[in-house]
């Protein structure tokens, strides 16, 4: 069993950064893939970005591309989504998760809470 727990959410204008942070407790954390999602108000949760559970290869979703670092200290058992020239689109609650999966799949087995980004213009 792994439990997420998230930070580092708040309110940013756009153009500025905020750095997130997922904090996992459990067994075995270095042998899971992390992701990160993200819903907004009225939609549907979507795929921002993943890392190996080597923190050697990453992806990311188009609209992030460029702007968003994924990366992971698993000697501290936590990953971290660098979010930089955010923008108003960007705002809603994000979600780490982690699972025994490859990199390219979004069948993650654990979840935590989410912590709210809002982005104002």
């Known amino acids: 069993q792994v439990q997420l727990v998230e930070s580092g959410g708040g309110l940013v204008q756009a153009g500025g950064s905020l750095r997130l942070s997922c904090a996992a407790s459990g067994r075995r954390f270095s042998d899971y893939a992390m992701g990160w999602f993200r819903q907004a108000p009225g939609k549907e949760r979507e795929f921002v970005a993943a890392?190996?559970?080597?923190?050697?290869?990453?992806r990311y979703a188009d609209s992030v591309k460029g702007r968003f670092t994924v990366s992971r200290d698993n000697a501290k058992n936590t990953v971290y989504l660098q979010m930089n020239s955010l923008k108003p689109e960007d705002t809603g609650i994000y979600y780490c998760?982690?699972?025994?999966?490859?990199?390219?799949?979004?069948?993650?087995?654990?979840w935590g809470q989410g912590t709210q980004v809002t982005v104002s213009s």
């Open positions: 890392i190996n559970w080597s923190g050697g290869s990453s």
């Open positions: 998760a982690g699972g025994r999966i490859a990199l390219i799949s979004t069948n993650y087995d654990y």
